[in-house]
């Protein structure tokens, strides 16, 4: 069964820019929640979809935004990009509903914001 | 919130000898602690999980254990290969999400 999936790996952008990160999680699992990954801050959560809604929402600025589509794929948003955005940023999937706990991460997308 | 706390932050073992990372966490209402290895350039991967109503937990060479009263849980690894050498991450959920503490990066020398 194939893992999760995030595009991309790498990219950089500038101050201001916007930015788009795609997961596709594991086949079968509904659930896909977003983290934060930082030297500074470790793994923070972002949030948490399923079944097309976010259920849950961690502490970070309108600006972090996602969604989820009919097929459990999910993209994430970060709008007026800042130098400390600069992270990795993972997706997660889980075969449970909302808020089960067992978690399965991908590669992750490594953002670095100049 | 849940703040989960990670010890040691480093450690460094001999091949064949056991690590232990500790971790105590805040929140009694936790009720399932997962932990993760990162190698770098990746992902962290889910190694052994335990759940509230289990006090120990084993998987080959890894082991888990939980003290619901002192709040705190523990990974064991024995007979520790090269291959063991990640940054290891305990977590509690709470609610619904995971809190993870600060990692320890753990070095197996040969």
């Known amino acids: 069964k194939a893992g999760v999936t995030q595009t991309p790996r790498y990219l950089i952008k500038t101050r201001g820019q916007q930015v788009t990160l795609s997961c596709s999680p594991i086949s079968g699992h509904r659930s896909v929640s977003w983290y934060q990954q930082t030297p500074g801050q470790g793994l923070q959560f972002l949030f948490e979809y399923f079944s097309e809604t976010q259920r849950n929402k961690g502490n970070f600025p309108g600006r972090f935004s996602g969604r989820q589509f009919s097929n459990s794929r999910s993209e994430m948003n970060v709008s007026t990009l800042e130098l400390g955005d600069s992270a990795l940023y993972l997706c997660?999937?889980?075969?449970?509903?909302?808020?089960?706990?067992?978690?399965?991460f991908g590669e992750g997308s490594r953002l670095t914001v100049l | 919130g849940e703040n989960v706390e990670q010890h040691p932050s480093t450690l460094s073992v001999q091949e064949g000898d056991s690590a232990v990372i500790k971790c105590t966490y805040s929140d009694s209402a936790s009720n399932y602690f997962p932990w993760y290895k990162q190698e770098l350039g990746k992902g962290p991967q889910l190694i052994i999980d335990i759940r509230s109503n289990v006090g120990e937990k084993k998987d080959q060479r890894i082991a888990v254990t939980l003290n619901k009263t002192a709040k705190h849980f523990s990974l064991h690894i024995t007979e520790t290969q090269p291959e063991d050498s990640a940054v290891y991450f305990c977590?509690?959920?709470?609610?619904?999400?995971?809190?993870f503490g600060a990692g320890t990066t753990v070095t197996v020398r040969a």
């Open positions: 977590a509690a959920h709470n609610d619904y999400k995971l809190s």
């Open positions: 997660a999937s889980s075969p449970g509903g909302p808020g089960t706990g067992e978690l399965f």
